[in-house]
């Protein structure tokens, strides 16, 4: 399959009818610079090839005859294969544990600590959960060489990553991005079924990555998890990422297979943006969309105006250029905030299904500073690439400013997110600002769409564009000004 003469990037599968040397994986990323060698790494490549597939899966699709059809949650136009089913058989046994393991009844601040409890009680049953739930011959694929490692090993390593810290008792983005890679490993191993482009990939974020982030938030809500490194009230959400990504997806404009992913516009039925501030929008929706979904779980958990809980989300309510801008913006920041922040990848582990070694075909990420927001001092592991160009440490956690974080109104957080420029035309809230000292991305390649060959990493500002602010008739609630 090609798009517009190029070929459409797929997650590569092993070869069966060849050897393959599984990995145990294990801990790279130790320093800030680290992070650069991994945004240069076949995993990172694999990660963002495989991100991409599930999302351009999830935009409406167009067909000859000019109809649409869209991919709402509990549709019945997806048909969930064997091992989909069987993920889902995984994640029901998961829930399970929760009635064995009920949360503390004692007065706690901060995560209840039953939540080691329920690790344990994971990490004791997660070898033969897996057995249980799926194919042997997948599991027990084993290296040639002497020491055996299978490919449970590497599987394994990232479903037990996938479910929170029960040290730490939180959860965040990199416990989902450990989830995204349990899933990739199995496709890679020829776990999913060969089908047409897209359908497979529907199947997997419907009905596996759905149920998985419906699950995650019971633990949340039973356990009170923290958020894992979270910005705080200066991210886009203290938990989770992904459905942000193919939540807008399913509200951007219909493709067909050979279209490119569009970079704006909105399905004609499709809720407006600024419906995220509106409890009634946002109930209606969460029941057949992953953004509203997201955005209704921050309203079970927090209290209070939304642009002051969750201002970054509000300034993104405002863009009028639709859902594909919304979805290309999200996949920048997804790279920007994910993907290239050391407190997020440091438990990354790397095996062979994703692996460490650099990727021939990257590009070196520029001096950033999302790829400082670590410890530094030790030498970039020899086989990681040339070594990183990162400058001096910045303040503690610090992050490209948001558009709005120079305006004077306060003092500025002590964590700043990516800028969100392509976000800009909400002018109507108190932290509102044209002003931005984020480091220009000019020059740098656009890695949002679907991928023709290798990946490298895209940096804010996402777009220099910025839309009009909604009409104050028709428009979200407009914050105070004080």
């Given at each position: 399959?090609e798009?517009?003469?190029?070929?459409?990037?797929?997650?590569?599968?092993?070869?069966?009818?060849?050897?393959?040397?599984?990995?145990k994986?294990?801990?790279?990323?130790?320093e800030?610079?680290?992070?650069?060698?991994?945004?240069?790494?076949?995993?990172?490549?694999?990660?963002?090839?495989?991100?991409?597939?599930?999302?351009?899966?999830?935009?409406?699709?167009?067909?000859?005859?000019?109809?649409?059809?869209?991919?709402?949650?509990?549709?019945?136009?997806?048909?969930?294969?064997a091992p989909?089913?069987?993920?889902?058989?995984?994640?029901s046994?998961?829930e399970?544990?929760?009635?064995?393991?009920?949360?503390?009844?004692?007065?706690?601040?901060?995560?209840?600590?039953s939540?080691r409890?329920?690790?344990?009680?994971?990490?004791?049953?997660?070898?033969?959960?897996?057995?249980?739930?799926?194919?042997?011959?997948?599991?027990?694929?084993?290296?040639?060489?002497?020491?055996?490692?299978?490919?449970?090993?590497?599987?394994?390593?990232?479903?037990?990553g996938?479910?929170?810290?029960?040290?730490?008792?939180?959860?965040?983005?990199?416990?989902?991005?450990?989830?995204?890679?349990?899933?990739?490993?199995?496709?890679?191993?020829?776990?999913?079924?060969?089908?047409?482009?897209?359908?497979?990939?529907?199947?997997?974020?419907?009905?596996?990555?759905?149920?998985?982030?419906?699950l995650?938030?019971?633990?949340?809500?039973?356990?009170?998890?923290?958020?894992?490194?979270?910005?705080?009230?200066?991210?886009?959400?203290?938990?989770?990422?992904?459905?942000?990504?193919?939540?807008?997806?399913?509200?951007?404009?219909?493709?067909?297979?050979?279209?490119?992913?569009?970079?704006e516009?909105?399905?004609p039925?499709?809720?407006?943006?600024?419906?995220?501030?509106?409890?009634?929008i946002?109930?209606?929706?969460?029941?057949?969309?992953?953004y509203?979904?997201?955005?209704?779980?921050?309203?079970?958990?927090?209290?209070?105006?939304?642009?002051?809980?969750?201002?970054?989300?509000y300034?993104?309510?405002?863009?009028?250029?639709?859902?594909?801008?919304i979805?290309?913006?999200?996949i920048?920041m997804?790279?920007?905030e994910?993907?290239?922040?050391?407190?997020?990848?440091?438990?990354?582990?790397?095996?062979?299904?994703?692996?460490?070694d650099?990727?021939?075909?990257?590009?070196?990420?520029?001096?950033?500073?999302?790829?400082?927001?670590?410890?530094?001092?030790r030498?970039?592991?020899?086989?990681?690439?040339?070594?990183?160009?990162?400058?001096?440490?910045?303040?503690?956690?610090?992050?490209t400013?948001?558009?709005w974080?120079?305006?004077?109104?306060?003092?500025?957080?002590p964590?700043?997110?990516?800028?969100?420029?392509?976000?800009?035309?909400?002018?109507?809230g108190?932290?509102?600002?044209?002003?931005?000292?984020?480091?220009?991305?000019?020059?740098?390649?656009?890695?949002?769409?679907?991928?023709?060959?290798?990946?490298?990493?895209?940096?804010?500002?996402?777009?220099?564009?910025?839309?009009?602010?909604?009409?104050?008739?028709?428009?979200?609630?407009?914050?105070?000004?004080g």
């Amino acid at each position: 399959m090609e798009t517009d003469g190029r070929h459409v990037r797929v997650l590569p599968t092993l070869d069966s009818s060849t050897s393959h040397v599984f990995k145990k994986p294990v801990k790279k990323i130790h320093e800030s610079q680290d992070v650069s060698a991994f945004l240069t790494s076949k995993a990172y490549t694999d990660i963002m090839t495989f991100l991409l597939q599930l999302n351009r899966s999830m935009f409406p699709e167009k067909y000859n005859d000019g109809t649409t059809q869209s991919w709402p949650l509990n549709t019945e136009e997806v048909q969930f294969s064997a091992p989909v089913r069987q993920l889902q058989n995984l994640l029901s046994k998961l829930e399970d544990i929760i009635t064995e393991v009920p949360p503390d009844t004692g007065p706690r601040r901060f995560g209840n600590i039953s939540f080691r409890k329920w690790h344990e009680v994971l990490e004791e049953r997660a070898s033969g959960l897996l057995k249980e739930c799926l194919p042997a011959e997948l599991l027990e694929r084993r290296s040639a060489e002497a020491d055996g490692v299978t490919a449970e090993a590497e599987l394994k390593a990232y479903f037990l990553g996938s479910w929170g810290s029960g040290q730490r008792l939180d959860y965040g983005t990199g416990h989902e991005l450990s989830f995204l890679a349990f899933l990739g490993s199995i496709w890679k191993l020829n776990g999913f079924p060969k089908s047409d482009p897209g359908i497979e990939e529907r199947a997997i974020v419907l009905g596996v990555i759905e149920p998985y982030l419906e699950l995650v938030r019971l633990l949340i809500k039973t356990y009170t998890l923290e958020p894992a490194g979270s910005h705080g009230v200066w991210g886009l959400d203290d938990h989770a990422f992904i459905p942000y990504i193919f939540g807008s997806a399913q509200l951007s404009p219909a493709i067909n297979s050979t279209d490119l992913t569009p970079e704006e516009g909105s399905m004609p039925d499709a809720p407006d943006p600024g419906g995220i501030v509106k409890p009634n929008i946002v109930e209606r929706e969460r029941k057949t969309n992953l953004y509203f979904s997201a955005v209704g779980f921050i309203y079970d958990v927090k209290k209070g105006p939304f642009w002051e809980h969750s201002p970054m989300l509000y300034d993104i309510s405002g863009i009028r250029a639709g859902w594909g801008k919304i979805n290309k913006g999200m996949i920048k920041m997804y790279n920007a905030e994910v993907l290239s922040k050391f407190p997020v990848v440091q438990h990354f582990p790397f095996g062979s299904l994703f692996s460490w070694d650099r990727d021939p075909y990257a590009l070196a990420p520029p001096s950033t500073v999302h790829t400082t927001s670590g410890p530094q001092g030790r030498p970039v592991v020899p086989d990681a690439g040339p070594p990183s160009s990162a400058g001096a440490r910045p303040n503690v956690d610090s992050g490209t400013k948001a558009p709005w974080a120079t305006s004077g109104a306060g003092t500025r957080a002590p964590i700043a997110p990516t800028a969100a420029p392509w976000a800009a035309g909400r002018r109507d809230g108190p932290l509102a600002s044209s002003s931005t000292n984020a480091p220009s991305a000019a020059g740098l390649p656009d890695t949002s769409r679907l991928p023709p060959g290798p990946m490298a990493p895209t940096r804010a500002p996402w777009a220099s564009s910025q839309a009009p602010a909604p009409p104050g008739g028709d428009g979200p609630t407009k914050a105070p000004l004080g």
